[in-house]
């Protein structure tokens, strides 16, 4: 079975031809952790962790690394503990603790490393002086900067015109630039901020730019070049961009990475998601709501190069589409392996660029097979272990039932608030209002009951 991934740095869709198909290796840019990850930052994690799932079984789980790095130095992180009035150090293992535990619900698989930027300073120093001593690095007013126009192949992966560039790398502007497309690699820490001792002979401490943590804690942990580099479409430039070109010059390579694979923005109810439009929503929000695995199958409804649009109806669907596959499989053990035809069938969709509505397309199929009154208990068996390769149908049906009644008894309160308001938009003849609240409580889950006097009951269609 031949994997295909669509290769940003190419613009095709290429072979994964391993660089040593004993040792695959896969890095994807994580987070900041300074405060609750939202359901944007969610795409990339489960989306790389299907891949990450994919090529264990391909080339077996002990020959498959993959690294998705933490950022625990950044002048959000500094920000953001001095309005709290906690240390740096207190926010961030918070917040990690955080996204530690919502990507677990979710259903992810957790990373075979997982680096601090903290915990390789030491490998930053050491590329930033390689940096300045082959001329691609210069230290001017206690910064280190790199030169881009060293690098006559800058901008392979982002094929942006140069004014385009010049634009981007505009926003940090400073006088000590030679180029205004230069970028920092290290740069000074005042007084309660904090710094290490710097490179270059610079006696000042110091702290480091953004982009050289990837390139330090990639080098550390998978080599001067591997095999796939992962993450959303956003960081594609500059910070993809000026790793590449960090990476390259450091070690005399032709490439970082082999293959970089780029997952779509994400937008809310049609709009972009921002705190000033008051559509925030964090994984965690959500997660009081639905389970995880029903934000798990929403996310790879749409293809990861896809823009997606993220709405409660999709919610609902998911939920409903976990409910009937839970019914088929019951209480039975998942069959994993190379033995399962049905599993093998779904892999197949994978390796064509991680094509998840083609695989959840066919998972509804064999939903089907393994629900006839003559499916054998082997059939459920094969049909969850295919879905286990996407991260779903994890439970037994016992546990996903006694998960939503636990879920609603939890929230009684507000569904009778919304059957009343219903029943008085009824009463009123308000009926467009009637239909929102029965469609909000369908998206939940909740079936109504009604007869000519009004709504008598619900049950949980979940």
Partial sequence: MELRLHNTLTRSRDAL????????????????????????????????????????????????????????????????????????????????????????????????????????????????????????????????????????????????????????????VAPYKRDPMDFVLWKPSDIG???????????????????????????????????????????????????????????????????????????????????SLGNFVTIRELLEEWPGEVLRLTMLSTHYRQPINWTRQGLGFAAKTLDK???????????????????????????????TPSAISHLHHLADVAEHEEASSALRRRFKGAANLMGLLTETESAWRARAKESVALDEATIGALIAERLAARKSKDFKRADQIREELAAKGIVLMDNKDGTTSWEVAR
């Fill in 193 to 275: 901020v904090p710094g290490w001792d710097s490179p270059c002979g610079i006696k000042t401490p110091g702290r480091p730019g953004w982009h050289i943590e990837c390139s330090a804690m990639s080098w550390r942990h998978l080599g001067e070049t591997f095999d796939i580099h992962g993450g959303g479409i956003d960081l594609i430039f500059p910070h993809h961009e000026n790793e590449i070109a960090q990476s390259r010059c450091a070690f005399h390579t032709g490439v970082m990475a082999q293959m970089w694979l780029h997952n779509g923005f994400l937008m809310l109810e049609g709009e972009k998601m921002s705190k």
């Fill in 325 to 355: 596959w839970y019914r088929v499989i019951g209480d039975v053990e998942a069959e994993s392996g190379a033995d399962n035809p049905f599993e093998h069938e779904i892999a197949e969709r994978l390796s064509d660029d991680l094509n």
């Fill in 17 to 172: 031809r391993p660089l040593d198909p004993l040792n695959v290796r896969m890095y994807v840019c994580g987070p900041t952790v300074y405060d609750h990850a939202h359901i944007g930052n969610a795409r990339p994690v489960i989306v790389f962790d299907v891949l990450f799932r994919l090529l264990r079984r391909l080339y077996g789980a002990e020959h498959v690394k993959y690294v998705r790095n933490i950022t625990d130095v950044d002048d959000k992180i500094n920000a953001r503990a001095a309005d709290r009035g906690i240390s740096i150090r207190e926010l961030t293992e918070e917040t990690y603790r955080w996204f530690r535990e919502d990507t677990a619900a979710l259903g992810c698989l957790p990373p075979t490393v997982e680096p601090r930027a903290t915990e390789h300073i030491a490998e930053m120093r050491t590329l930033i002086e390689r940096l300045v001593a082959a001329g691609h690095a210069y230290v001017e007013q206690e910064h280190v900067l790199f030169n881009v126009p060293s690098m006559p192949d800058y901008g392979q992966l982002s094929r942006r015109p140069l004014d385009e560039m010049i634009a981007g790398a505009r926003v940090d």
